[in-house]
């Protein structure tokens, strides 16, 4: 059955590099830049142009570089920033300038200082500027998730109008629930002219937790394009995480979406990214934690040895883990101990198991893990002395 193509649209090197310590030198972008083209991405946000010359030069690298994926470089809704993003994408094969302004309240009232009619005119002027340049314009309404609905409409038929290709909704300040940020995107295909030339994009913020939910309502309720970063890295609390969707999209809504992403290269993307900006990514994060795949309960671990179905809903070679493991802990059981001391070459009987278990959790009652190691030398101390 045809589904439909979800289109992912990563700014780690943009959203995610701007964030505190996570800055990146150009060789890091551009090796990162490779690897997400690799991986099937289909719109790398290789930075903001204008913000330095360094970023600009990075920009222009990665356009250089990249084979299959757009590359996109941000602007705000001034001339000479989109001038300047359009230089850094002169060499690439498939530009994208990405400009935009606050459609929220707050953000006329306080950044803008001006009326609804005037963000208007900016956005239009904006979309027109750029698309003197690139024929791909994505437009950005920032803080959409605080935006009034009906003005929001507007402000995207007047862009499309314009030629806008990509209307990105942020959820800027994380705010919306999900069934919000869904019915946004549903009044927004449902209420605004000349829709069907223009792809709805979801780009949303993790300050409640909800961005994964958010941009996934998004998605079922018309929006064709996910922006997300990897690891979830962004401003404040995040960016909607790319292995996440791409997984919710792959094991709960296949029937329905695909992506082009190469699932099996997320972890190893995860742990480059991570080590390039050297950014811990926390152990239980879902997907490419390093407990995502890790089981400790004896009820699980027996469970799990098993048949791995009974407590993993993927295959962990499917995200290009290796495999799941039992870690041995003071909550492990007798078919943890049992399985790992085979892995390391000891096939137990059942008394020598007894042996070794009263020992193990003496020993685990006093490390966090018990590792191969000190597994060792447990089993020759207490069973093979
Ligand atoms: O969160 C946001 O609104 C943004 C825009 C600049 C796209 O990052
Ligand atoms: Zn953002």
Redesign the pocket.
Known sequence: MATDKIFIFD?TL??GEQVPGCKLRKDQKLEIASVLDQMGVDVIEAGFPISSPGDFEAVSAVAKIVKNATVCG?SRSVEKDIKVAAEALVYAKYPRI?T?IGTSESHMKFKFKCGPEEIIERAVAAVKYAKSFVEDVEF?A???GRSENAFLARVCEEVIKAGATVL?I???TGYCLPEEYGAKIKYLRENVKGIERAILST?C?NDLGLATANSIAGVINGARQI?STINGV??RAG?TSLEEVVMIIKQKLSNQFHTNINSRMLKPTSLLVSNEMGMFVQANKAIVGDNAFAHSSGIHQDGVIKNRETYEIIDPLEVGVPKSSIVLTARSGRAALAYRAKEIGYNLTKDELDVAYAGFLTLADNQKEVKDEDLEVLLKEKVFA
């Open positions: 700014t943009r959203d941000l990405h935009g950005y920032e803080d959409a990105n942020p959820d800027t780009h913020h922006e962004g401003e960016n």
